[in-house]
C-alpha cells in the first residue's frame, strides 16, 4: 500500500517550535521530490516548501523561508519538516505529498509555486500557534 502519514502536530505558543513528520510505505520516498502543503481554516491550499529528488536541496516560499528547514532520513523512509520561530498566521493542516516523480529544484519551485496538486497525500496533522 503506497501511503503518506503526517505526525507531531499540537499547540504551540508564538516563536515556539515543532517537526513534523511525513513518513511513507509502499516506496522509496528518497527516489522522489517531496513537498509541503498547509491549510488555514477557511483558507486555500498553500505551497510551502519541496526537496528536490535529485540533490536533497530544498526550496521554500517566503512566508516560511528562513524559519522552516526540510530533512530527511532514508532509513526511517521519512521527510521531517522542522517549524521555528511559529506565528499564529501559521496555524493550519499541514500535508506532505509526492506525485512519485523525479524533479529539480526549479521544479519544485514551479509546482510549489504554482500549487499543482500531487497523486498522493497524507492526512494531514494540525498545528496551533495561539497564545
Known amino acids: 500500500q503506497i501511503q503518506l502519514v503526517e505526525s507531531g502536530g499540537g499547540l504551540v505558543q508564538p516563536g515556539g517550535s515543532l517537526r513534523l513528520s511525513c513518513a511513507a510505505s509502499g516506496f522509496t520516498l528518497s527516489n522522489y521530490a517531496v513537498y509541503w502543503f498547509r491549510q488555514a481554516p477557511g483558507k486555500e491550499r498553500e505551497g510551502i516548501s519541496c526537496?528536490?529528488?535529485?540533490?536533497?536541496?530544498?526550496y521554500f516560499e517566503d512566508s516560511v523561508k528562513g524559519r522552516f528547514t526540510i530533512s530527511r532520513s532514508n532509513a526511517k523512509n521519512a521527510v521531517y519538516l522542522q517549524m521555528n520561530s511559529l506565528k499564529p498566521e501559521d496555524t493550519a493542516v499541514y500535508y506532505c505529498?509526492?506525485?512519485?516523480?523525479?524533479?529539480?529544484?526549479?521544479?519544485?519551485?514551479?509546482?510549489?509555486?504554482?500549487?499543482?496538486?500531487?497523486?498522493?497525500w497524507g492526512k494531514g496533522t494540525l498545528v496551533t500557534v495561539s497564545s
Open positions: 505529498a509526492t506525485d512519485l516523480m523525479t524533479a529539480t529544484m526549479t521544479e519544485c519551485m514551479i509546482a510549489i509555486k504554482h500549487n499543482y496538486g500531487k497523486s498522493y
Open positions: 526537496m528536490s529528488s535529485n540533490d536533497g536541496s530544498t
